[in-house]
């Protein structure tokens, strides 16, 4: 099958190339010789999440841009690799930024190693085909497109070449913003943000080489969805990072090509959310639907502190397929907009319960925990570990204590498989009694190693005592 689309794209591509290309790369490499008295200014591209700095500048200049197309294989997630095709070797491609009024002049070059010819269609482009018609790249070889940005706003870019879902679905996009003659309001941190669906043949989180599967693409059956190009990009050591009493600008653009965004940040409200990236500003929104090709600039501020998380709110995509993002911020306590208060247990336990740590324990697990952790104990693939013959667990159980207290969030391995933990604190919820009861009850069951927790054990942990 994926000879078959190889075949069709290069023979497409020649097509293309050899009635459009070469006679509208001549006419831009002639635009490009003629002589401009504008500043020229050689763009320096960085990496997602990062943005290129506010523009200074007052005026008009030719900007000069330098993209290369590269198709590599990397990791889509944990274990999991997937043949990408990128713009720079990134997923987004690097975010360019120019004023309105900018003369842009495009270099796009083809890696020789690529099997695939590549183009690029810019939505700020108001030209045929957004440039890609000029643009078809055989591998090795460069094209020059040269156009006025002639309107200011947040714009997607990607390449075009047919059949271009599949280009698009491969991690082929990016974003460029043309920013207004007066420049943008001053914030503390800007960053770069960019949606995805994948098609892989094997299922969500099946590990090894992981091949394209057109069918699921047109099926639009994503097996992922990810925030810029990898499952855990923004997580941990990739998290976005701001102090409490910032503010906070995020460009976030949606490649596609098929699932719609409803991006949120959970714990946030956006002071302004620049709709559909154009100039009509709303306020005090909670969530902003980005479409397949389309774009955002959100922007907030960072009250308190803690970790704030990205998602896309047909929630199913976060925490079953990847689309999760972190924001650390720092800074002291707010207790004034934001406080827990840890409430008194209420004794609702039946007699029955009092002195039965395992009666206990199976009713905390029936009402909390078997919703992530399923009846069995099994969990679900990809999302929530197994409680079940749980090697984590049983090497420390002890350690339970404290997630069961305070929460776990960041990666963990269970049974030899990845997981991307979101756990919340539970120790608000439930008395010293009752996580140790479920606690017990989890290690007597599920063919587990049996054991046991004690009540002072967990109020030892909840005291700090112990870890």
């Known amino acids: 099958m994926y000879s078959d689309v190889r075949g069709q794209c290069v023979r497409t591509g020649q097509k293309l190339w050899q009635s459009l290309g070469h006679f509208g790369l001549i006419a831009i490499l002639l635009g490009s010789a003629v002589a401009s008295a504008e500043e020229v200014i050689q763009e320096t591209l960085l990496a997602p999440p990062a943005v290129p700095a506010p523009l200074q500048r007052d005026h008009a200049a030719t900007v000069v841009i330098h993209l290369q197309t590269q198709e590599k294989e990397m990791e889509i997630a944990d274990g999991v690799r997937y043949d990408f095709w990128t713009f720079n070797g990134s997923i987004p491609g690097p975010m360019i930024r120019v004023r309105e009024g900018d003369t842009v002049e495009l270099h796009l070059a083809n890696d020789p190693h690529s099997r695939m010819s590549h183009n690029i269609d810019l939505h700020a482009v108001m030209g045929p085909g957004g440039g890609a018609a000029v643009t078809v790249t055989p591998p090795g070889h460069e094209s020059v497109l040269r156009f006025k940005a002639m309107r200011s706003g947040l714009f997607v870019y990607h390449c075009a070449t047919a059949p271009v879902p599949m280009h698009i679905a491969n ?91 409803s991006f949120h940040i959970i714990g946030q409200i956006f002071d302004e959310v620049a709709t559909e990236a154009g100039s009509e500003v709303n306020h005090n929104v909670q969530t902003t639907l980005i479409p397949a090709g389309g774009a955002s600039m959100v922007q907030f501020s960072t009250l308190v502190p803690g970790t704030f998380l990205l998602v896309d709110h047909s929630i199913t995509r976060s925490f079953m397929k990847g689309a999760l993002g972190q924001l650390v911020v720092a800074g002291p306590q707010q207790p004034q907009l934001y406080q827990g208060v840890t409430a008194a247990a209420v004794a609702v336990e039946k007699p029955m319960e009092a002195n039965d740590p395992m009666a206990i324990g199976k009713r905390v697990f029936t009402q909390i925990c078997s919703a992530c952790h399923q009846g069995n104990g099994m969990g679900l693939p990809g999302a929530f570990p197994p409680l079940a013959m749980s090697d984590y667990l049983n090497a420390a159980p002890k350690r339970a204590i404290g997630i069961v207290l305070h929460g776990l969030h960041g990666k963990i391995t269970v049974n030899n498989t990845g997981y991307e933990s979101q756990m919340p604190a539970f120790g608000g919820q439930l008395s010293d009694t009752e996580i140790a009861g479920v606690l017990t009850f989890v290690l007597n069951n599920f063919n587990n190693k049996g054991g046991s927790i004690a009540p002072q054990d967990v109020s030892n942990v909840r005291a700090g005592h112990e870890n």
């Open 171 to 261: 991690g082929m996009y990016g974003l460029i913003l043309v920013e207004p003659p007066k420049g943008l309001g001053k914030v503390d941190h800007e960053y770069y943000v960019m949606q995805g669906d994948f098609y892989t043949t094997g299922a969500y989180h099946d590990t090894g080489h992981q091949p394209f599967d057109i069918q699921k693409l047109i099926n639009e059956q994503p097996t992922y969805v990810l925030f810029n190009g990898r499952e855990g990009a923004l997580v941990g050591a990739g998290a976005l990072h701001a102090k409490v009493g910032e503010k906070v600008r995020l460009f976030v653009g949606n490649g596609g090509p098929n699932l719609v965004s």
